[in-house]
């Protein structure tokens, strides 16, 4: 199972990117669908989790300005990034708690998309 992360790149503070991370391989079903950050010289944080059900949850600093979502049928989990402020400057990395057809679940990680906010 591989993820492949893409939508990332240099944008101005206050506008928009839409980031897209899709799972492929042998995959039964996902769980969680997460978006974590990593900025230069701080510790990787949790930004966003989508649950199979629907349920999300956001990271306090986000919340109102960015939405997670996915398509189950895409196995494809997306963010909408709006209103960026340069402290949202970072590699942004997808996650995702894959059950395989073998039924065994793993925890599979994308190789990270940089977004850049400039003031």
């Known amino acids: 199972v591989q993820l492949v992360e893409s939508g990332g790149g240099l944008v101005q503070a206050g506008g928009s990117l839409r980031l897209s991370c899709a799972a492929s391989?042998?995959?039964?079903?996902?769980?969680?669908m997460d978006w974590y950050r990593q900025a230069p010289g701080k510790q990787r944080e949790l930004v966003a989790t989508?649950?199979?059900?629907?349920?999300?949850n956001y990271l306090d600093s986000v919340k109102g300005r960015f939405t997670i979502s996915r398509d189950n049928a895409k196995n494809t989990v997306y963010l909408q990034m709006n209103s960026l402020k340069p402290e949202d400057t970072a590699v942004y990395y997808c996650?995702?708690?894959?059950?395989?057809?073998?039924?065994?679940?793993?925890?599979?990680w994308g190789q990270g998309t940089q977004v850049t906010v400039s003031s």
């Open positions: 996650q995702m708690m894959v059950i395989t057809t073998a039924r065994s679940q793993y925890s599979v």
């Open positions: 391989g042998s995959i039964f079903s996902i769980n969680t």
């Open positions: 989508i649950t199979s059900g629907g349920y999300t």
